[in-house]
């Protein structure tokens, strides 16, 4: 299936019964837990200075739906490392900090669900959430998501999301702007072309980081309709199996930068293009798209095109990039600055997704300055480390084209 053209998230609203809803879990709790439950609230309400919330199997809040009951405003929620199997949580709160202590906090579906939309509801602004994991999120439309915002602001940091029918979705909010760093992403998506590992809706900025994003199901690996995105020094990829439609997608434009990533297209894919630029129509007060030191390899036999840039962009700017592979380097308007094409073997080991460069690739020493748009510096400042990592990259002497400099480092971080 081709999937080009996708409609907006499936964004359903159901009725708020959560005053209904917190008075009949206490009521149905076990006594110690309602006492428990009770005294922190009670506790809270003495003192105006944020809490600090722990949950865990040995703790008096047993579940992160007990700490979402009781939260509020600033507070902090510690969960302790382990798996919380059939939980979900709305929280309303803003400015809280939800983070697994002693290792990621896995959130298990096993067919629980807030509202009919996720795992975790977050409704409140400004919210960070670190160290936690999100598996099976799965809803009756389809759309199940590890995560989805409706309030404004959101950073997530060291988490996992994987077999959900979303990793992450979030609203359309002009206040709104998302921070995901060092996290990873897999096998999301229900498998219908319209759910992906991210799908970030009409936001005010979008920012992916040092992240790995990997195996959507037929869906998008990146999804955003973000005004603004920075898209840096990810991996983004298929590899041997997987069947994801576009790796990054920007399909209503925006001024997007796109900077350091190593993004494959593997053999499995029905879409034949890689990355797609307003392919749903040019709907941002500005459209520019800047594209700079990435490694782009298509494994598709068929080939394909690496870039999609719809007619009527403001501008696109291709410079430093290595593409390797059969297809056209791009379709639609852009600016073609020193660019390379090269065979797997510059790299040091293609067949494990290895794209660093090896002694004697074409794309040593042969960078140029790509400058500076909008006060954003385009020479990369780091690069990807696996996994879900980063390493620094020079600042000074020559710049080689594409995600990696020369001589490799260890794979891993240093």
């Known amino acids: 299936m081709n999937t080009d053209n996708f409609p907006a998230p499936r964004m359903t609203t159901r009725t708020p019964i959560c005053m209904l809803a917190v008075a009949l879990a206490m009521s149905l709790a076990p006594a110690s837990q309602h006492s428990a439950a009770a005294d922190t609230r009670e506790a809270m309400r003495e003192g105006a200075q944020p809490a600090v919330l722990r949950v865990g199997a040995k703790r008096e ?19 302790d490392a382990g798996i919380y199997n059939g939980d979900a949580a709305v929280w309303r709160q803003h400015r809280l900090t939800i983070r697994g202590l002693g290792g990621r906090a896995h959130l298990r579906a ?27 999120a799965k809803v009756p439309d389809r759309n199940g998501a590890g995560i989805r915002l409706e309030g404004a602001g959101l950073t997530v940091r060291d988490c996992y999301f994987h077999d959900n029918e979303n990793g992450i979705l979030t609203g359309a909010n002009p206040a709104s ?18 759910s992906h590992n991210l799908y970030i809706g009409n936001v005010r900025s979008f920012t992916l980081r040092f992240s790995y994003v990997h195996h959507a199901l037929v869906g998008h690996n990146v999804k955003s309709r973000a005004l603004r995105n920075h898209i840096t020094y990810n ?7 997987g069947r994801s439609s576009y790796a990054v997608d920007f399909p209503n434009g925006g001024l997007s930068f796109v900077i350091g990533n190593v993004i494959q297209q593997g053999p499995a894919t029905e879409n034949s293009t890689i990355v797609s630029y307003g392919a749903e129509g040019l709907k941002h007060p500005l459209n520019e798209l800047y594209f700079v030191n990435n490694t782009v390899v298509n494994d598709r036999p068929a080939g394909g095109r690496f870039l999609f840039i719809k007619v009527g962009a403001d501008a696109a700017r291709i410079v430093n990039n290595v593409f390797s592979g059969r297809g056209d380097v791009l379709s639609g308007p852009g600016e073609l600055r020193n660019n390379l094409a090269v065979a797997r073997t510059d790299f040091v080991d293609p067949a494990d997704f290895d794209y660093r460069l090896k002694e004697g690739a074409a794309a040593i020493g042969r960078g140029v300055d790509p400058g500076r748009a ?22 000074s002497g020559k710049l080689d084209v594409g995600a990696f400099e020369y001589p490799p480092r260890s794979r891993s971080n240093p």
């Open 374 to 395: 909008y006060g954003f510096e385009l020479r990369p400042a780091a690069e990807y480390a696996h996994k879900a990592a980063m390493r620094t990259r020079s600042s």
């Open 177 to 194: 702007d998302i921070v995901v760093e060092h996290s990873e992403f897999a096998h999301n998506g229900f498998g219908d072309g319209q």
């Open 110 to 136: 096993d067919g629980a669900h807030a509202e009919g939309k996720a795992i975790w509801v977050i409704k409140g602004n400004d919210t960070m959430i670190e160290s936690v994991e999100f598996s099976g």
């Open 235 to 241: 991996r983004i990829m298929d590899e041997k199996d």
């Open 61 to 79: 809040l047993k579940r992160p739906s007990a700490a979402a009951q009781i939260a509020r405003d600033g507070d902090v929620i510690e969960i």
